[in-house]
């Protein structure tokens, strides 16, 4: 059982910064493919970045340059620095993991946990 617990959500005006983090349990974190979505008000959950167990990064086209994914392996969390934020990135964000540490999967069925969600409101 792996338990993810997503923190950094908050309101912010257009153009500002957000950091979101997502604390891991499990012993082989290191292992895991990690993954930010996110699910903006009335529509379905989206694909924002993956990060592969050695580190390997893909972002959707809509956040790259803006929005950076990390890891920190002796602290089992996954980041999400989110830069110049726009309107359209408000939205419920979900840390999820997927224990086969497949390559960067952007859809959600091959992720095996998921956290609760942190709201990120961006003003204009």
């Known amino acids: 059982q792996v338990q993810l617990v997503e923190s950094g959500g908050g309101l912010v005006q257009a153009g500002g910064s957000l950091r979101l983090s997502c604390a891991a349990s499990?012993?082989?974190?290191?292992?895991?493919?990690m993954a930010w979505f996110r699910q903006p008000p009335g529509k379905e959950r989206e694909f924002v970045a993956a990060?592969?167990?050695?580190?390997?990064?893909w972002h959707v086209d809509s956040v790259k340059g803006r929005f950076t994914i990390s890891r920190d392996n002796a602290k089992n969390t996954v980041y999400l620095q989110m830069n110049s934020l726009k309107p359209e990135d408000t939205a419920i964000y979900y840390c999820?993991?997927?224990?086969?540490?497949?390559?960067?999967?952007?859809?959600?069925?091959?992720?095996?946990?998921w956290g609760q969600g942190t709201q990120v409101t961006v003003s204009s």
């Open positions: 999820a993991a997927d224990l086969q540490g497949a390559k960067l999967p952007t859809t959600q069925s091959p992720y095996d946990y």
């Open positions: 990060i592969s167990w050695d580190a390997i990064t």
């Open positions: 499990g012993r082989t974190f290191s292992m895991y493919t």
